[in-house]
Every structure is written in structure tokens, then in C-alpha cells.
């Protein structure tokens, strides 16, 4: 394969990648990588007139899900593994009373702007920037997990964290004091549980690689322990020992796969999965069960994989197999420009085509702040369908 790397200009870590690869030029590439470019710098950068050649080429992580809080609420509904409880600021009066809560930014960098919540929600979080998470108690420590779908889950990066301060500091990151080691021997007890959540989370998501983080806790102060997903990093720091060569290591092997392996990987599916399906004469379907919790609207993205594998295939109707009748949208007849973000809304969307697919990204109104759907072609310019408030384009943030 000839992969092309693009991202944004000042990462060195995707000039790494670039050089590993080998420096492809467009010209000449038959696939391609995003490392980290999203929102309306992606879309500029796929606008150039100079990269044209893009369009027609299969890209890794391409699309990427909006914010923090989207990717928690994701492995909630879909239930990819144990996640802490996670609020938008709009649904504040859900909160139990009893828990300790904390405010993380809908954007965050190196664990910036984390803070407890004291008092009063109300008086200390701003809802446009923050949304709300249950804290954790008894953490024992925190685990990065470093995935690649083109390589078999025992070989994934697992980075262990730690802080001498404990509990008494919210984020334990180089900033504030943390300590990292690789963990060596992953592939049993709660480092095995943690790899297979992020495999899972992998394929929720629909990418082809990046790191997750989990909170490791001890339940009710006994040595059993439990992990719980609290963020994903589509381009991590490698600023950790052996973390560089892993990384050079997995994406110089990205370069060995073929064309059809390639487009398996950018359609979220797991190479060795595929490999051993193959190897045990598997039907000629493409339904892996350990899927289908996670495209449970995703009949279109089932065909578009199954056009990957280049097979002839019987594709099942995921509302068939979890025992739904028929599609309960099948009433609606056209795609509004502006609709509410709510649950069936945005089931209704991905059930018809996906965001993607339809054009669709969801925006925050400045004023309530609900979120909506908005078709990208009014380019930010939307009136909200439930406070009535007229929003401009709201910029990069």
C-alpha cells in the first residue's frame, strides 16, 4: 500500500507517521490516513481543489465523532463496556444528589479544565463548554489502551498511570505529577477486560485506531477490580517510553496489508477477526456477533462493509435480530434541515443513512443551549427547534 498521512501541519507525530510510511505523495497513494484533523479544518483541508484525489481513495478515521462527551455516550447506549454516569449540563436535574460529580470540557487537552463541582452546578459549571460525570471512588490507578485494528488485540499497547497524591488530585497527567509505565504482561484480569472494551469501543466508533483511557477502581473498597471508560484520543502523546516504537512499529506494518484488507479497515473492521473467520470457513455473511450490539442502526453500514469484503453475502436487518418489528421511523418521508438531537431522532438518522452519509452534524444552540441536527449545507446557520434562537456559525473550538 501507498498511504498518504494527512493531519494537521504542526503535529510531529504525523510527520513521524508520514516518514515511516514512507512520504507518499498523493499522486501516488492508493489509501490514506487522518491523524487528528476534524471539524471545519478537516473540511477545509478536503475542500483544496489540491487533494481532489482524496475523494476517491479510502481514508482511515476519516470522520470523527464530534467531542468527549459524544464518544462516553456511545459506549453508554450501546453498552461497550462499564462507563461512569454522564450528563449534558441540559439534563443537570438528573443527577442523584448522592454522587460527587465532576465538570469536563466538551474539548479537552491534557486533562485541562477538570474540576470538581463544589457546591452548585448551576453557579460553577458553564453548560456550553462542560458536560457532567459521576467521579469514580477507590481508583486504583488508570490504564491508556493503544489500538490498531490491523493488529491482533494481544499485540496492543497497554500504559499503566499513577499519581503519589492519589485520589486528592482529579487528573493524573505529566502536568500534575502522574507516572507511567507500559504494563508487560496484559493479557489477563482487568488489563484482558479493558483490551477487549476498547476493542469494542473500536468498532462502536467505527475507527481504525487511536488510544482509550479507563479509570481502574476498586468496588466497594474490596481487591476486585473494575475499569470504566472515560475518554478516547484519536492522535495520543507518545511521550512515554516504548510508546514511539510501538507506534512506529504497528503503522510501518499498515504499509504490508492489500488494497481489499486496506477497505476492510476503513469500514471499522478488526483484520484478525476477518482472518480467522476466513480461516474457519465462516458462512458467506458478514455479521460477526461481536458487532452486533454496536450497528444497531446500521443496516447501510453493514452493505458498505459487506462491498469491502467483496463476497456475495446474506445481510441480516440488525432490528430482526434484537427483535424489533420493522423500522419504527418508516412513517417519515422526508430528512428535515434542522431537527432536535433527541434519541429517536438521531436513531432515525443513522437508520436511514448515518450522519455522515446524510450530511448531517450536530450543533449547540449559544442560548439554551440544546443540541440539534443541522444539514452542513446552511453551514452553521440554523434556528434552534427549541428555543427559537437564530445561531451564526459558531467557529472552530
Not at 14 to 30: E, Q
Not at 191 to 197: C, H, I, W
Not at 374 to 395: A, D, I, M, S, W
Request: net charge negative.
Amino acid at each position: 500500500m501507498n498511504i498518504y498521512v494527512f493531519g494537521r501541519n504542526s503535529s510531529i507525530y504525523r510527520k513521524k507517521i508520514d516518514k515511516w510510511l514512507g512520504n507518499v505523495n498523493l499522486v501516488n497513494a492508493t489509501g490514506s490516513i487522518n491523524y487528528g484533523l476534524q471539524g471545519k479544518k478537516l473540511d477545509e483541508f478536503l475542500d483544496d481543489p489540491k487533494v481532489r484525489k482524496l475523494h476517491r481513495l479510502p481514508i482511515l478515521n476519516l470522520r470523527q465523532i464530534g467531542n468527549k462527551f459524544e464518544c462516553v455516550d456511545i459506549a453508554m447506549i450501546t453498552e461497550a463496556c462499564p462507563t461512569p454516569r454522564s450528563w449534558k449540563y441540559k439534563h443537570r436535574d438528573q443527577i442523584p444528589a448522592d454522587i460527587t460529580v465532576i465538570a469536563k470540557p466538551y474539548y479537552s487537552l491534557g486533562g485541562k479544565d477538570i474540576f470538581r463541582v463544589k457546591e452548585s452546578i448551576e453557579d460553577e459549571v458553564k453548560g456550553k463548554t462542560h458536560y457532567l460525570q459521576e467521579e469514580i471512588k477507590n481508583r486504583r490507578y488508570e490504564l491508556r489502551v493503544h489500538t490498531a485494528s490491523w493488529i491482533p488485540v494481544e499485540n496492543w499497547l497497554v500504559q499503566k498511570r499513577t499519581h503519589p497524591k492519589g485520589e486528592d488530585v482529579l487528573t493524573w497527567n505529566h502536568h500534575t505529577g502522574g507516572k507511567f509505565i507500559t504494563v508487560k504482561d496484559h493479557n489477563g484480569g482487568v488489563f484482558a477486560r479493558a483490551k477487549e472494551s476498547a476493542a469494542k469501543l473500536l468498532s462502536a466508533f467505527g475507527y481504525a485506531f487511536g488510544a482509550a483511557d479507563f479509570i481502574v477502581a476498586a468496588n466497594d473498597n474490596s481487591r476486585n477490580l473494575d475499569h470504566y471508560f472515560i475518554e478516547w484520543n484519536l492522535a495520543p502523546g507518545w511521550t512515554i517510553a516504548n510508546t514511539e516504537e510501538w507506534y512506529k512499529e504497528t503503522f510501518s506494518s499498515l504499509a504490508k496489508v492489500n488494497q481489499d484488507e486496506f477497505e476492510c479497515i476503513e469500514h471499522g473492521l478488526m483484520l484478525d477477526r476477518i482472518h480467522k473467520l476466513n480461516r474457519h470457513d465462516a458462512p458467506r455473511r458478514w455479521m460477526p456477533n461481536f458487532d452486533i450490539d454496536f450497528y444497531i442502526n446500521g443496516a447501510n453500514r453493514l452493505r458498505a462493509e459487506a462491498a469491502a469484503i467483496d463476497m456475495e453475502q446474506e445481510l441480516i436487518d440488525p432490528f430482526a435480530e434484537l427483535n424489533v418489528d420493522g423500522d419504527p421511523f418508516a412513517e417519515r418521508d422526508e430528512v428535515p434541515e434542522v431537527m432536535e438531537a433527541t434519541d429517536e431522532n438521531i436513531a432515525w438518522v443513522e437508520r436511514i443513512g448515518g450522519m455522515e452519509m446524510l450530511e448531517f452534524e450536530v450543533l449547540i444552540c449559544e442560548t439554551c443551549p440544546a443540541a440539534s441536527i443541522v444539514y452542513q449545507g446552511l453551514l452553521g446557520r440554523f434556528t434552534c427547534p427549541v428555543c427559537g434562537h437564530f445561531n451564526e456559525p459558531q467557529g472552530d473550538v
